[in-house]
């Protein structure tokens, strides 16, 4: 019997693509369930968006390190990401480096969120990037997590277009409006693969 798709979410930020994920499993339009909500960022609104849906949510100490977690840390979550027992890590505004071990815990079971039309402006605030290149269309995109950075093998992306008096604010609330409908439908995409009968 086809049962959803386990998901475990990362993220350090407000979460709103976290929701746009949970909003379309209660809409029934992803067939997948979250299991687990974890963040290195104690008060983050994801976390807070975790408890109203009642999702397990997690904080997990990030560490010394400003960039990446400590191995150990990284450790913990590929520990509570097996617990869970999560098929497909998704990187939501997840604003450290993954690197070992849990690159490894989950090879091409792991994806991520980033607004810019890879491989254009990879890193942060990739938006301000784009209005500073001067750019007349940016977007967002969905791409498998590996060792390099922004860098996985793309998965989709939505175009984006940019209006002349866009500020960095109304540009990333655009490319978020985006981002909201691609990363459900690119989780939707995976579900209906990994789960397809044999
Ligand atoms: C998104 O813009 C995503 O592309 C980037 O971080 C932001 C997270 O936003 N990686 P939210 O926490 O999902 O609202």
């Known amino acids: ?49 975790a408890r109203e849906f009642g999702v397990p949510g997690l904080y997990v100490r990030p560490g010394r390190f400003e960039t990446r977690l400590e191995p150990e840390n990284e450790e913990e979550i590929v520990r509570l990401l097996h617990e869970a027992e999560v098929e497909l890590v998704v990187l939501a505004g997840f ?7 849990l690159l490894s815990a989950f090879p091409r079971r792991m994806i991520n969120i980033h607004p810019s039309l890879l491989p254009k402006f990879r890193g942060r605030e990739a938006w301000k990037q784009a ?40 540009l990333h609330a655009r490319i978020q409006r985006s981002e909201h409908v691609l990363l459900p439908a690119v989780i939707a ?8 009968p044999k």
């Open 1 to 49: 019997m086809k049962r959803p798709l386990r998901l475990g979410v990362l993220g350090s930020g407000k979460g709103s693509n976290c929701r746009a994920i949970i909003e379309k499993i209660v809409g029934g339009q992803l067939d997948a369930e979250v299991r687990i909500v974890i963040s290195d960022v104690e008060n983050s609104g994801i976390l807070k968006l």
């Open 95 to 101: 604003m450290r480096i993954v690197r070992q071990p």
């Open 131 to 170: 209005l500073r290149a001067g750019e007349r269309v940016t977007g967002c995109t969905v791409h498998y997590v590996d060792a390099a950075v922004d860098a996985g093998e793309i998965l989709g992306q939505e175009t984006v277009q940019i209006m002349p008096d866009d500020t960095p604010e109304s």
């Open 189 to 196: 995409g995976i579900a209906e693969k990994l789960h397809r």
